[in-house]
């Protein structure tokens, strides 16, 4: 008795696996639910600073009586940095060459 009731179960397994083919054959594209879009993502890049135009400057000090030369290095000092700024501003719109 044990080997028919394997050799059913073994039927029966064979045929189940035989049922379990492919229905109909696929030929009607894949229904979504959300059709695909493209999608635009802009990504920024900043253009490099040189070194030069972000390097820092002493600030020149020294005693009352020098007051007049002492503010006059600082005038330079300010007048430079304010170039370097304005160069920076002009760098700082341009586009980045790839």
């Known amino acids: 008795m044990p080997s028919i009731f394997r ?47 972000t390097r820092s400057e002493a600030v020149p000090e020294g005693p009352i009586a020098q007051c007049f030369d002492v503010a006059a290095q600082r005038r330079a000092v300010i007048e430079r940095l304010n170039g370097r700024a304005e160069q920076v501003r002009a760098i700082q719109s341009t586009e980045v060459k790839p």
């Open 7 to 53: 050799l059913l179960t073994a039927a029966l397994l064979a045929a189940a696996i035989a049922a379990c083919g492919p229905t109909k054959p696929e030929t009607e594209p894949m229904q979504c639910a959300v059709a695909p879009e493209a999608v635009v993502v802009e990504r920024r890049v900043y253009v490099p600073i040189p070194a030069a135009l």
